[in-house]
């Protein structure tokens, strides 16, 4: 479930809105298509049950992309275009999330080939499960702040 305001949001909405293969729905009552596509929101807890789990940029990075990647299920989304502490340029589609094209029109194959080869789907949740750990250590975390600041503050 999602607000759809952005355009790409709304393209994948028009698209896959009554695919069998996703449950979407729209969240907001402004913008998208509230009409057709409204429906509740689910917790994350209920997000999780599926094996797939879209992951769509908005007017930043995928606020979903993370505990999505913590879980036992597979971040579905096109190349990150938006960057935070999370290093998402540096995740590798097909080795951390399954990668679908910006236009989304492969997502029915790409699905398809992780639904076919679940080997293939497990080693992506452990690769991403892996990717998530080295954020898990609050110690180096705070670390890794303290030296952001300095860089900021003292050069």
């Given at each position: 479930r999602a607000a759809v305001y952005q355009q790409n949001r709304v393209l994948f909405f028009e698209k896959y809105f009554n695919h069998p293969l996703c449950d979407l729905g729209q969240v907001n009552k402004v913008g998208g298509n509230p009409e057709k596509w409204l429906k509740p929101k689910i917790s994350i807890?209920?997000?999780?049950?599926?094996?797939?789990?879209?992951?769509l940029e908005g007017?930043?990075?995928?606020?979903?992309l993370k505990w999505i990647m913590s879980s036992n299920s597979i971040a579905v989304m096109p190349k990150p275009k938006f960057e935070t502490w999370f290093?998402?340029?540096?995740?590798e589609g097909g080795k951390h999330y399954i990668e679908i094209a910006d236009d989304f029109s492969d997502l029915e194959e790409q699905l398809n080939l992780y639904i076919q080869n679940p080997q293939k789907a497990e080693e992506i949740v452990k690769n991403a499960n892996h990717w998530c750990s080295q954020f898990m250590n609050q110690n180096l975390e705070d670390y890794c702040n303290l030296k952001v600041l300095?860089?900021?503050l003292f050069e």
């Open positions: 807890e209920k997000q999780l049950e599926n094996k797939f789990i879209l992951s007017n930043d990075v995928a606020t979903n290093m998402e340029g540096k995740l300095e860089k900021l």
